[in-house]
Each structure stands twice: as C-alpha cells, then as structure tokens.
T-cell receptor, first 112, second 114 residues
Framework: QKEVEQNSGPLSVPEGAIASLNCTYS??????FFWYRQYSGKSPELIMS????GDKEDGRFTAQLNKASQYVSLLIRDSQPSDSATYLC????????????FGTGTRLQVFP | DAGVIQSPRHEVTEMGQEVTLRCKPI?????LFWYRQTMMRGLELLIY????????DSGMPEDRFSAKMPNASFSTLKIQPSEPRDSAVYFC????????????FGQGTRLTVV
C-alpha cells in the first residue's frame, strides 16, 4: 500500500464549476498535510496546509481533513482554466515528521 | 533570496557516464530534500539532510546513487554509472521546518540517459 494515494486523473471540469481532489494516506498518526500545485514543466508550489480535522478556506480553495477516515481533499470553487495543473498531496508521517511524502498527483483540466 | 537554485537545468548523457546534479538551498533553511519525479512513480523522496547531515537515504534506489552536503549552501546528487531508467526530473527542495512550513523547490534538473 502506498503511503499517499491519489487518483491520477485527468479530472475535467468546466470553467466556473467546483473541482474536488482527493487524497488518502496510510499512516493514521500523521498530523501535517499539504496541497501543492505543479504546472506542466514547472516545480511544485504550496497552495495550502492543514493540520486539524475540518475545513480550512483560503480564497477559492478549501482543504478538508478527516483523520478518522484518513483522507484529505482540496476543493477549488469557480474553477478557472489557469487552475489546470497537477495537484500533489503531501503528508508528514508520524514515524518521521521531517519527511514529506507525496502522492503521484491528480491532473486537473478546466475547460472554457 | 533567489530561491533554491539547481544546475544544470537539462542534462543528456550516455549510459555508463557519471552525472552530478547540484543544488543551492535557501539560506537559513536547515533541511534539504532530493526528489525524483517520473510519470509512473510521481515525486519520490530520495534522501534528505538536516544541518548538512544525511538523515534518511532509504529512498535512494541503489548504490549507484550518492548525495552529499559539504556545507549549508551546497548539495550534490551523483549517479555513477548512469542508466536509461534514471531518466527523470530531479528536484531539490529547501525547508525551514518540514512539519509546519513550505517546501521550496528548485526548478529541477531534467536528466536524460541515452
């Protein structure tokens, strides 16, 4: 079982819709969770971090964490073509909180 | 700060040759990570350093790979001998506090081994 799992996609949504990206993780004791965005040919950059159960909102982005079910999700409201990218989920596992383990990423396509 | 600087940006080499990738982290960041990214396997952690000391190299695929951090401002990842399956994008990331702060990635080195 992979430590961090994501559906590779592509996830295609129309402009203006809500995009929902999901991630599951295997280490139940993990406490730190991150969403990175990576445009084609570029390096990953941080969008959001979340540490507590529930929702965390930042502009059009909402991260959701459910530790009991071991999943973390990212919602993008009012999706724009410029949101088209690969979204990487990252987790710092409890056995070594210095490590950042990434999922394989979900490719999002927002069409006009 | 100019951010994390990696060199070269692109490297094409023949199988069997030695390849050295370089990284300059952000000043003041105590942690440096080396990742490899491929379509099939995504972003894999190879090794990371804390205060120039290698902490976890369990992700290094085999003995052909080695990494060093001789000082706080420089790290290298070496592959000797290189093989076609090593072709990937190699990223270096610099972090102040991995559990709580952002990992800043360099632009990556695209390695092609022919």
């Amino acid at each position: 079982q992979k430590e961090v799992e994501q559906n590779s996609g592509p996830l295609s949504v129309p402009e203006g819709a809500i995009a929902s990206l999901n991630c599951t993780y295997s280490d139940r004791g993990s406490q730190s969770f991150f969403w990175y965005r990576q445009y084609s040919g570029k390096s990953p950059e941080l969008i959001m971090s979340i540490y507590s159960n529930g929702d965390k909102e930042d502009g059009r982005f909402t991260a959701q964490l459910n530790k009991a079910s071991q999943y973390v999700s990212l919602l993008i409201r009012d999706s724009q073509p410029s949101d088209s990218a690969t979204y990487l989920c990252a987790v710092a596992p409890s056995y070594n909180t210095d490590k950042l383990i990434f999922g394989t990423g979900t490719r999002l396509q927002v069409f006009p | 700060d100019a951010g994390v600087i990696q060199s070269p940006r692109h490297e094409v080499t023949e199988m069997g040759q030695e390849v050295t990738l370089r990284c300059k982290p952000i000043s003041g960041h105590d942690y440096l990570f080396w990742y490899r990214q491929t379509m099939m396997r995504g972003l894999e952690l190879l090794i990371y350093f804390n205060n120039n000391v290698p902490i976890d190299d369990s992700g290094m695929p085999e003995d052909r790979f080695s990494a060093k951090m001789p000082n706080a401002s420089f790290s290298t990842l070496k592959i000797q001998p290189s093989e076609p399956r090593d072709s990937a994008v190699y990223f270096c990331a610099s972090v102040l506090n991995p559990g709580n702060t952002e990992a800043f990635f360099g632009q990556g080195t695209r390695l092609t081994v022919v």
